[in-house]
């Protein structure tokens, strides 16, 4: 029988469909998983109502645990608290960067700055805070997409929710 710390290891490691590079765990979707008798429960709370990496997530979960031969498992989803991007963790963050996305932000230590009205993001590739926002949404409704002036490369910004 697969133990319960297996499993956590096995679903922790699932990545977002949407972006790859990143875990459920990392992203903070997954937030817990227990074992109640001979039931396995997934915990996981939606990044925003209607996301449609919901569904992926859940069957990604449920071929992993089928996989290990779990035969009782039961998937819930938690709206309260609602997702945060707070969630997301300062390593995935990283992870973010690499592939070219500029992380959320929420402070000045966090490299994003607000001057008067005008959010500043840094580009992801060359550091540059002279960048611009060219549309509210980008690939996913999760993220907007910017352009650095300096290197001129277009880039995505994971939005702070």
């Known amino acids: 029988?697969?133990?319960?710390?297996?499993?956590?290891?096995?679903?922790?490691?699932?990545?977002?469909?949407?972006?790859?590079?990143?875990?459920?765990?990392?992203?903070?979707?997954?937030?817990?998983?227990?074992?109640?008798?001979?039931?396995i429960i997934v915990t996981i709370t939606p990044t925003y109502s209607g996301c449609p990496a919901m569904d992926r997530f859940q069957k990604d979960i449920k071929e992993q645990l089928e996989a290990l031969k779990v035969s009782s498992f039961e998937i819930q989803l938690q709206y309260d608290p609602a997702w945060t991007t707070d969630w997301i963790t300062d390593f995935a963050k990283e992870k973010l960067k690499k592939y070219g996305i500029a992380p959320p932000a929420h402070s000045t230590s966090d490299k994003t700055i607000l001057l008067g009205q005008k959010q500043v993001v840094p580009c992801p590739r060359c550091n540059s805070k002279e960048t611009k926002l060219v549309s509210q949404f980008s690939s996913t409704a999760c993220k907007a997409m910017y352009q650095c002036e300096d290197c001129l490369e277009p880039f995505e910004y994971f939005k702070c929710l």
């Open 1 to 39: 029988m697969t133990s319960l710390k297996q499993i956590e290891q096995i679903i922790s490691n699932i990545p977002d469909p949407e972006i790859p590079v990143i875990t459920i765990k990392e992203l903070g979707v997954l937030r817990k998983i227990e074992q109640i008798d001979d039931k």
